[in-house]
């Protein structure tokens, strides 16, 4: 099969290249394959990884024209695009600082995202070791830290007027209005890591590439956060390629049965003071595993996901941010495994929530009052849910991609909060996602078989 695909693949490029050829009167080259600037894209896939913005009407894409690449603003009606930002002014802004060179300040000003303030007009930037705040088409910008330590894992508080991060395994806030700086821990270290995950955190738990593990309340005055105590975990020597020299390195790492790292939840205030720990007395510490982490939409809970490390059970538990009692909200159990989806819990406005459960051997959806109660099963049959894309709560709709139709290509499906009017949306076969705007409507499809489209 994988040679039909390669072969498929040759094909279409062969059948591709002659034609561009002739169009530009030239031959195909190596740069037009491989260069990261200049080469073409043979295969005609659609953008991932769409962001919308807050009008609703828009979202943005980059696009790499001459080796200069631009974010853009595009419409999703009529597919007009124009700069979402005066690059120019960025560039400017940022050369000015101390450190950062004209050619810095031209590639930081052209990259192909930017971590955004959640009202979408301002950047926070990572380079050289510091943090850099920028309004974006303004003239100046403003350095949040100075140091030679470097920052991690930096996000915008949800009012955007802070930028947490982690530093020397330590969790802070800065202000960027008066770039005040807060440490809001002081225990971390070589064998501790406050908020932000380890290897086996990382690689196993909460999936490559994402190591920041804490998590802010929706009304931005505390923030959650994993401490992880990696004594127990035994080094392992790894072998670091990069250098022409090879280089031998020592990092916790545990080998099958080797114990884990030790896990505590923790809630600080964003102001500063001790951390409240969540009570998690109930559970051996040497078996925890803390596998997903959120917030109630109110602030007043964190709602937190525990594992055994064989992951044969699944408890949703919600602990008071006061005082970090604990409460189990329901426990889901197998004979065999157990999987935590990232989509949970869906909160709604009213404070309960959806729930995705393979309970029943099928993944699918369950409605919970905010005590963890069963209000109803949403969807139900031999097809599975495979992650909902948005949610319609005036119109009491729910809209997911899922497998009804084909067990081997999801479609985008609605459905009522009571379980009733299944509709499946998308028509043509192949596999299709969908992208909501803010407004909870379903704006873009992809799909396997064409183009992305937004309507």
Same mark, same amino acid.
């Given at each position: 099969?994988?040679?039909?695909?390669?072969?498929?693949?040759?094909?279409?490029?062969?059948?591709?290249?002659?034609?561009?050829?002739?169009?530009?009167?030239?031959?195909?080259?190596?740069?037009?394959?491989?260069?990261?600037?200049?080469?073409?894209?043979?295969?005609?896939?659609?953008?991932?990884?769409?962001?919308?913005?807050?009008?609703?009407?828009?979202?943005?894409?980059?696009?790499?024209?001459? @080796?200069?690449?631009?974010?853009?603003?595009? &419409?999703?009606?009529? @597919?007009?695009?124009?700069?979402?930002?005066?690059?120019?002014?960025?560039?400017?802004?940022?050369?000015?600082?101390?450190?950062?060179?004209?050619?810095?300040?031209?590639?930081?000003?052209?990259?192909?995202?930017?971590?955004?303030?959640?009202?979408?007009?301002?950047?926070?930037?990572?380079?050289?070791?510091?943090?850099?705040?920028?309004?974006?088409?303004?003239?100046?910008?403003?350095?949040?830290?100075? @140091?030679?330590?470097?920052?991690?894992?930096? *996000?915008?508080?949800?009012?955007?007027?802070?930028?947490?991060?982690?530093?020397?395994?330590?969790?802070?806030?800065?202000?960027?209005?008066?770039?005040?700086?807060?440490?809001?821990?002081?225990?971390?270290?070589?064998?501790?890591?406050?908020? $932000?995950?380890?290897?086996?955190?990382?690689?196993?738990?909460?999936?490559?590439?994402?190591?920041?593990?804490?998590?802010?309340?929706?009304?931005?005055?505390?923030?959650?956060?994993?401490?992880?105590?990696?004594?127990?975990?035994?080094?392992?020597?790894?072998?670091?390629?990069?250098?022409?020299?090879?280089?031998?390195?020592?990092?916790? !790492?545990?080998?099958?049965?080797?114990?884990?790292?030790?896990?505590?939840?923790?809630?600080?205030?964003?102001?500063?003071?001790?951390?409240?720990?969540?009570?998690?007395?109930?559970?051996?510490?040497?078996?925890?595993?803390?596998?997903?982490?959120?917030?109630?939409? *109110?602030?007043?809970?964190?709602?937190?996901?525990?594992?055994?490390?064989?992951?044969?059970?699944?408890?949703? &538990?919600?602990?008071?941010?006061?005082?970090?009692?604990?409460?189990?909200?329901?426990?889901?159990?197998?004979?065999?495994?157990?999987?935590?989806?990232? *989509?949970?819990?869906?909160?709604?406005?009213?404070?309960?929530?959806?729930?995705?459960?393979?309970?029943?051997?099928?993944?699918?959806?369950?409605?919970?009052?905010?005590?963890?109660?069963?209000?109803?099963?949403?969807?139900?049959?031999?097809?599975?849910?495979?992650?909902?894309? @948005?949610?319609?709560?005036?119109?009491?709709?729910? !809209?997911?991609?899922?497998?009804?139709?084909?067990?081997?290509?999801?479609?985008?499906? $609605?459905?009522?909060?009571?379980?009733?009017?299944?509709?499946?949306?998308?028509?043509?076969?192949?596999?299709?996602?969908?992208?909501?705007?803010?407004?909870?409507?379903?704006?873009?499809?992809?799909?396997?078989?064409?183009?992305?489209?937004?309507?």
């Amino acid at each position: 099969m994988q040679h039909k695909k390669l072969f498929s693949l040759l094909v279409l490029v062969l059948l591709c290249c002659p034609a561009a050829a002739r169009a530009q009167q030239r031959q195909l080259t190596i740069e037009d394959i491989f260069d990261p600037a200049k080469r073409i894209n043979f295969g005609g896939s659609p953008p991932a990884n769409l962001e919308w913005l807050g009008d609703g009407e828009s979202y943005l894409q980059s696009k790499t024209d001459a @080796g200069v690449t631009q974010l853009l603003k595009v &419409n999703a009606r009529t @597919g007009k695009a124009a700069p979402f930002f005066d690059a120019a002014k960025m560039e400017a802004a940022l050369a000015k600082l101390p450190g950062i060179s004209a050619a810095d300040a031209r590639r930081l000003a052209h990259r192909a995202s930017y971590q955004l303030n959640p009202a979408q007009t301002a950047v926070v930037i990572n380079f050289g070791n510091d943090l850099f705040y920028y309004v974006l088409n303004s003239d100046s910008a403003v350095r949040l830290t100075n @140091g030679p330590e470097e920052e991690l894992e930096e *996000d915008f508080s949800p009012d955007g007027r802070m930028v947490s991060f982690v530093r020397a395994n330590n969790l802070y806030v800065v202000d960027v209005a008066t770039g005040r700086e807060r440490a809001l821990t002081s225990t971390g270290g070589e064998k501790t890591l406050n908020g $932000r995950l380890d290897w086996v955190y990382e690689e196993e738990v909460y999936g490559r590439g994402n190591k920041r593990g804490y998590w802010w309340s929706p009304d931005s005055t505390r923030l959650a956060y994993l401490s992880l105590d990696e004594t127990p975990v035994h080094d392992f020597p790894v072998v670091d390629h990069i250098p022409r020299g090879q280089v031998v390195e020592d990092t916790p !790492y545990p080998l099958a049965g080797d114990p884990n790292p030790l896990v505590r939840l923790g809630v600080v205030a964003a102001a500063g003071g001790d951390t409240r720990w969540v009570d998690t007395a109930g559970y051996e510490p040497a078996d925890l595993l803390v596998v997903r982490v959120a917030w109630s939409p *109110d602030s007043r809970r964190v709602v937190y996901q525990a594992q055994n490390r064989e992951q044969t059970y699944l408890d949703l &538990n919600a602990a008071d941010a006061d005082t970090g009692k604990t409460s189990k909200l329901f426990q889901e159990k197998t004979l065999a495994w157990v999987e935590p989806f990232d *989509d949970n819990p869906r909160w709604l406005k009213d404070g309960s929530f959806l729930w995705r459960s393979e309970r029943n051997g099928w993944s699918h959806l369950y409605h919970y009052s905010s005590d963890g109660r069963l209000i109803k099963q949403v969807t139900d049959g031999k097809w599975e849910v495979r992650g909902i894309e @948005g949610v319609d709560e005036a119109g009491g709709l729910v !809209y997911f991609h899922g497998t009804e139709h084909s067990h081997i290509a999801e479609q985008v499906y $609605r459905i009522k909060l009571d379980g009733t009017g299944l509709t499946r949306l998308t028509k043509t076969e192949g596999s299709h996602a969908a992208s909501f705007n803010p407004t909870r409507r379903p704006r873009c499809a992809s799909s396997s078989q064409t183009d992305q489209t937004c309507a």
